[in-house]
T-cell receptor, first 113, second 116 residues
């Protein structure tokens, strides 16, 4: 158990809908990272927050957004969902702003029908 | 663009049959190379970080090494419980407050199956 929690574990929804994925980092970690993992794209970095502020962006679509709250939990919002958004979404956390060992949560499996 | 390539894509081993996984990278200003293990349907589990060429790290049956262009993960006398996908990732030196370098770029992984 990495200490990172993600909810829900599974999510099934329809195209065009909006969903919110939630992540609680390990106790004491200030950085939260979001990743998308699909069979054809592998593990892709989406976005990083550190202590409530956005600090790095990767290949995140404009339909996706994230935020980190004062209690350090983070939410990833996915809107206007498409079939291709079906994937595993992982949250990871680390202590520092700079990249260091990241501890991954168990993931949320999103299925868009 | 940063590239991280892992080979082979899949590896079938007999229990006790040692082997090596390769991770080659083309980035400028490498700040760190990370190895993770991922079991099916689960999040990646951190194994090692390597920072400079010549560095080596070991954990149980796993040993990671780093050169200027690639890293190897050696599995010595593997057991069935070593079956997993092994991912490598690189951290590149970035610029700016929202530097793209503040991220890990992952390879496609090597799926390892160890048969008893």
């Amino acid at each position: 158990d990495s200490g990172v929690t993600q909810t829900p574990k599974h999510l099934i929804t329809a195209t065009g809908q909006r969903v919110t994925l939630r992540c609680s980092p390990r106790s004491g970690d200030l950085s939260v990272y979001w990743y998308q993992q699909s069979l054809d794209q592998g593990l892709q970095f989406l976005i990083q927050y550190y202590n409530g502020e956005e600090r790095a962006k990767g290949n995140i679509l404009e339909r996706f957004s994230a935020q980190q709250f004062p209690d350090l939990h983070s939410e990833l919002n996915l809107s206007s969902l498409e079939l291709g958004d079906s994937a595993l979404y992982f949250c990871a956390s680390s202590v520092e702003l700079a990249v260091s060992e990241q501890f991954f949560g168990p993931g949320t499996r999103l299925t868009v029908l | 663009e940063d590239q991280v390539t892992q080979s082979p894509e899949a590896l079938r081993l007999q229990e006790g049959e040692s082997s090596s996984l390769n991770c080659s990278y083309t980035v400028s200003g490498l700040r760190g190379l990370f190895w993770y293990r991922q079991d099916p349907g689960k999040g990646p589990e951190f194994l090692f970080t390597l920072y400079s060429a010549g560095e080596e790290k070991e954990k149980e049956r796993l040993k990671a090494t780093l050169t200027k262009k690639e890293s190897f993960l050696h599995i010595t006398a593997p057991k069935p419980e070593d079956s997993a996908t092994y991912l490598c990732a690189v951290h590149q030196r970035g610029m700016g407050i929202k530097a793209a370098g503040n991220k890990l770029t992952f390879g496609g992984g090597t799926r390892v199956l160890v048969k008893p």
